[in-house]
């Protein structure tokens, strides 16, 4: 007997996982406060990529680049996707040597990878600047539109079935039962909470030590420059820049998109829930891009924005049932690659939901390790 | 990195700027005032490429001139650095501008309303053509339409008409009893009732209609035919331009960044013209459609309170009351019948940036969701066309303005020349 | 008769009155600015520098407005936008 669900949320994590449960045979019904893609995913980047910062992100990550390249031919013009690639820029000799190790960590585990001396990065990327040492393609990297991604996930979730309710906030939920704003009080079977950072404050009976951080990015979005940029690029220093524990920071990450348009990232603020574009934080994301890039100064912005990530202490996200709640789980704290690991975190809880064998050891995602959180906070 | 400070910072130069720069300069303020444009006078004395400019504009720079308002023509604001700290892009670079007070006179923008055809070259602007025209385009001899709603197109048309076009008619959608109850109430104008009369008395021979609108254009590349609903019956024409705009829509853009309140699409002023964050005014369209005598007045209040003088001057107050009774008057007659929504058909184009038809939106409730989903408004004009028309269309509330407030260089947006230096170092350092 | 200056458009030279915008100068010669992104020949709308509709190459920098750009001798215009 299968459970009815609810879904809490329909980002890019919960549409994914409606889906997954819906095609599953569940009847599924998903609850977004405002509408879909409304919140993180709406201003996300959309990269599909493999990283490596741990074991787990890298299972993770490699589960669900697999799941999203599944569906390429099928959904590939509607996601506006891009095969583009990444290349990881190495500045310097000290970290082409991080890129050479990177690529044979790579290479051990199945995942293609180039390693690009400085020649071939020019040659790669002309607009890059002259001297930078080389770098790291990865060519299984994609970039996608996340609100096309979940606008198709959640037609498919429709498709077997399921029922989406957006402007429709919850108030709390617990094991199995979801409660409204307007006091209508939901039964299911299974409950599952992919509300990114409203996460911990929808929950009836909190779960000890759950924290999420915001981290709050810019972007900037230039015109139309068919054929400016060719790759999805990032600074391998990017977790030095990007993962620090300065309150601040920017990292130089860019991804050409299927309009022509290039997507200019990126910036981390801890300490702040402010919605608005910071001109000081806007100014240093982009000189960062313009020391990679140096005619990108010369293109036309049309627009900036920012989000807020969903992080957590530990840089890995929440996926799993709540210990001592029965009939609720978790999706959440994906901070800056929800879209990238949302069909993996959707495998993931099906096979937790409906108890079947999970396609990769869950127990660095489960929520109990929360537990060590508190000295943390 | 170019920066400037001034005591007043104006910004757009049309007649509630100007009037503005000119009263806080004689108040005895340092004033910058800049507009987008190569000269002062904004839209409405924009000067033909090949003349001087009219009377008033004339007047009030020469006055402006004469107390040493510094004009930074081409220079587009797009941000806001800081409290009282703009950003503008200007043909030599970015510059920072600081300001003791700022006077917003950021004028309006007309209403475009999506019709089967409207895209075709050859459809203008009502305001558009008339600006085309005096940069150069041709309109002698040719066949123009003006269509639309408000006192604009009478303007425009007689404009054209005095540049030797053929205009074949003005087709107004208000109701003519609305537009003759406005025409009645301009008795309470003398001067405006005198400008109708004379605007009137150059029209003569063109056919005027009310409770009309453009229906379809049609052409192969070009346009070359419309037809036009009056009352119940269709006419068709054969034409080389159509000048057609549904109205004025207040730019608020900057008002918006700055913090400031927006009502019912418009800048919410005080007597003082002070909007609701301190050092900051606001005069002119931007505040309320209320036209060119209204702008004047309001410039005036606002620049001397920017400078720093107490109330407004009694008379300047007893005017502008009597103007804004006018301009809720003109908003009255002129507002638009609910049958303009149904021009837009399922696959008529709203966004022209990105080519999105009506029938892809209206499936979404809300507008930034269907600004994602379709990228309706995320081109280069940044909704400037399409908002106000969807505003009308489906209630949608216009684009949230953000930096920057048009497309700039990316090389604009770096404010701080330590992080370009920064940046540089990075390299060597790592 | 005014003084009139070379505007090359697309490689065809046109002699046009100097003090005219780049996009009356087009529009005068029935040239559309720019191809939409659907594929539509596109005519400036707004002359004001709003519409973003009368955008051509100029002088090599894409995404021009040509209504905010007077004609000068040798400048060269693209309508590929």
């Known amino acids: 007997m299968l459970p009815d669900v609810i879904v809490v949320g329909a980002g890019i994590v919960g549409a994914a996982v409606a889906e997954a449960l819906a095609v599953a045979g569940c009847r599924v019904r998903v609850l977004e406060s405002a509408w879909p893609g409304s919140g993180s995913t709406g201003a996300a980047m959309g990269h599909l990529l493999v990283l490596d910062d741990s074991e787990a992100q890298w299972r993770l990550t490699r589960l669900s680049r697999d799941l999203w390249d599944a569906r390429a031919d099928q959904w590939g013009a509607a996601l506006e996707w891009e095969s583009c690639g990444t290349v990881w820029v190495a500045a310097d000799g000290e970290e082409l040597e991080l890129a050479r190790r990177r690529g044979a960590w790579f290479a051990e585990r199945g995942v293609a990878s180039e390693l690009l001396d400085q020649v071939a990065l020019r040659a790669a990327e002309p607009n890059l600047a002259a001297g930078l040492a080389g770098g790291l393609r990865v060519p299984g990297d994609s970039v996608i539109y996340p609100p096309a991604a979940v606008r198709l996930l959640l037609e498919g979730a429709v498709r077997h079935g399921a029922t989406i309710a957006a402007g429709t906030p919850v108030k709390r939920a617990g094991g199995g039962w979801v409660e409204l704003t307007n006091g209508d009080r939901l039964p299911a079977g299974a409950v599952i909470i992919a509300a990114g950072l409203a996460t911990p404050e929808l929950l009836a009976t909190p779960v000890e030590g759950l924290a999420l951080i915001p981290k709050k990015g810019h972007l900037a979005i230039t015109d139309r420059y068919p054929g400016w940029l060719r790759h999805q690029l990032v600074e391998l220093s990017y977790l030095k820049s990007a993962h620090g524990s300065a309150p601040s920071s920017v990292a130089f990450n860019v991804q050409p998109r299927a309009t022509g348009q290039i997507l200019i990232g990126s910036s981390r603020q801890l300490d702040t829930l402010d919605p608005t574009v910071e001109p000081a934080t806007l100014s240093r994301m982009l000189a960062r891009a313009a020391t990679y890039l140096p005619r990108l100064e010369t293109l036309t912005i049309l627009r900036t924005w920012v989000g807020f990530r969903p992080a957590t202490p530990d840089n890995l996200p929440l996926i799993g049932p709540v210990p001592g709640q029965p009939r609720l789980w978790l999706a959440t704290g994906h901070e800056g690659i929800g879209v990238a690991t949302a069909l993996g975190t959707a495998a993931l809880i099906r096979a937790s939901v409906l108890g079947e064998a999970p396609p990769l050891d869950p127990t660095p995602y489960a929520v109990d390790r929360v537990v060590g959180w508190m000295a943390h906070a | ?430 | 008769m005014p003084e009139m200056v070379r505007l090359v458009v697309d490689g065809l030279e046109l002699q046009v009155p100097a003090g005219i915008t780049v996009a009356a100068a087009l529009l005068n010669r029935r040239l559309v600015a720019r191809r939409s992104v659907g594929g539509e020949p596109r005519a400036p709308l707004c002359g004001m520098g709003s519409c973003f509709e009368c955008r051509a190459t100029v002088d090599g920098r894409p995404h021009t407005r040509t209504c905010m750009v007077r004609v000068r001798n040798g400048l060269d215009v693209r309508t590929d936008d």
């Open chain 2, 1 to 430: 990195m170019t920066e400037l400070s001034a005591d007043v910072v104006v910004v757009g130069a049309g007649p509630a700027g100007l009037a503005a720069a000119v009263a806080a300069a004689e108040a005895g303020a340092h004033v910058i005032l800049t507009d987008e444009q190569p000269a002062p006078g904004g839209q409405i004395w924009r000067q033909p490429w090949d003349a001087q400019p009219p009377a008033p504009s004339r007047e009030l720079w020469r006055r402006a001139e004469h107390r040493g308002v510094r004009l930074l023509p081409e220079t587009a604001v797009f941000g806001v650095q800081e409290a009282r700290c703009l950003r503008a892009a200007s043909p030599g670079g970015a510059v920072t501008i600081r300001a003791g007070a700022i006077v917003l006179a950021t004028g309006a923008l007309e209403r475009m309303l999506p019709f089967p055809g409207w895209t075709l070259p050859g459809v203008f602007a009502a305001g558009g053509i008339q600006a085309l025209a005096k940069s150069g385009l041709e309109v002698a001899g040719k066949r123009i339409v003006v269509a639309g709603s408000g006192p604009l197109l009478l303007a425009v048309a007689a404009f054209l008409k005095r540049q030797g076009a053929v205009v074949l008619g003005i087709f107004e959608q208000a109701e003519a009893m609305a537009v003759a109850r406005f025409a009645g109430s301009l008795l309470l104008h003398p001067g405006k009732l005198r400008q109708a009369a004379a605007l009137l008395g150059e029209l003569t021979g063109i056919p005027g209609h009310h409770s009309a609108w453009p229906v379809r254009a049609e052409g192969t590349g070009w346009l070359e035919r419309l037809t036009v609903r009056v009352g119940d019956q269709e006419q068709s024409f054969e034409l080389d331009f159509l000048a057609c705009s549904f109205g004025l829509v207040p730019v608020t853009g900057l008002a918006e960044l700055l913090g400031c309140r927006v009502e019912s699409g418009a800048v919410v002023v005080d007597r003082q013209q002070r909007t609701t964050v301190p050092a900051v005014f606001a005069a002119g369209e931007a505040t309320g459609i209320g036209g060119v005598d209204s702008a004047v007045i309001e410039g005036a209040i606002a620049g001397a309170a920017a400078a720093g003088s107490m109330d407004p001057a009694p008379s300047l107050d007893r005017r502008r009351n009597r103007e804004q009774a006018f301009a809720r008057r003109l908003a009255l007659a002129f507002r638009l019948r609910p049958e303009l929504k149904a021009l837009c058909e399922a696959d008529t184009i709203v966004c022209r940036c990105e080519d999105v038809r009506f029938g892809a939106l209206i499936r979404y409730g809300d507008a930034r969701e269907a600004r994602l989903a379709t990228r309706c408004g995320m081109g280069p004009c940044q909704g400037r066309m399409c908002g106000p028309a969807l505003n009308f269309l489906r209630g949608w509330p216009l684009p949230r303005p953000a930096l920057p407030l048009i497309p700039v260089t990316a090389r604009a947006l770096v404010t701080d020349a330590t992080d370009r230096t920064a940046s540089a170092t990075f390299f060597r350092e790592s």
